[in-house]
């Protein structure tokens, strides 16, 4: 009788024993669950950011910087090179938008620099900045030379204006009433002296005085004077 039982007190306390690990085993199980569920999706977005991330940087090399910018975008939870990426992409889509527009210094100024570390991003950073840098100094150029181009154009209608109104004072203007008035003042030819007449109101004329250098390649103004016929009074007006 007393055997049987302390056979049954050690079944009982076997049993007992069994439950509870049982018990400890399952509520083991359960409190390690969420821990293990939130590694796993952030493994998955990792994932997810990083075949995004390479994605791009493919369709960056053919181009296709629009793409990759929606690729990017696509992803819920970027990782930080990633983020970088995608604000680069931004940048030089409107940095691009601005060139094609023909406005270089907006292009230029949308062309930040770069955040993220992708060769193929920086590849096509260079070639942009290359080409936006090509063109305003061909646009600076093309202006210049218009500007030039307009005012030699002004200045030899000015010129021609000037040539016809001194023939015509020069016509009305005897060489006797220039030899005076080049003997008065010493502007011989001989000394490389150049008389020429640009206005005249009755005796008074107005004279424009140069000299030549010794190659005649030069002619400096000397002044610009005015001279009584009658009287032979000279007034150096500049």
Do not use: W
């Amino acid at each position: 009788m007393n055997k049987v039982v302390k056979k049954t007190i050690v079944g009982t306390a076997a049993l007992t024993v069994s439950l509870m690990l049982a018990a400890c085993g399952q509520q083991s199980s359960t409190a390690s669950s969420p821990s293990s569920s939130s590694s796993s999706k952030a493994r998955s977005a990792e994932n997810e950011s990083t075949k995004a991330y390479r994605s791009a940087n493919r369709l960056i090399r053919n181009h296709d910087y629009q793409g990759a910018y929606d690729k990017l975008n696509a992803v819920n939870s970027r990782s930080g090179q990633a983020d970088k990426l995608n604000t680069d992409l931004q940048n030089y889509i409107s940095a691009k938008s601005a060139y094609d527009s023909g406005d270089y210094d907006q292009a230029a100024s949308n062309l930040k620099n770069l955040k993220s570390t992708s060769p193929a991003m920086r590849d096509a950073y260079a070639d942009l900045q290359n080409k936006i840098t090509s063109a305003k100094k061909n646009s600076y150029s093309t202006s210049s030379s218009s500007k030039h181009s307009s005012s030699a154009t002004t200045s030899s209608n000015s010129s021609q204006r000037g040539t016809a109104a001194n023939q015509a004072v020069d016509s009305q203007t005897s060489d006797q009433v220039v030899d005076q008035f080049a003997n008065k003042m010493g502007f011989t030819g001989e000394k490389g002296y150049e008389i020429i007449p640009t206005a005249k109101n009755g005796n008074l004329y107005r004279f424009e005085v140069r000299q030549n250098n010794q190659d005649n390649t030069v002619a400096s103004m000397i002044g610009i004077y005015q001279y009584n016929g009658q009287t032979g009074a000279v007034t150096k007006l500049q």
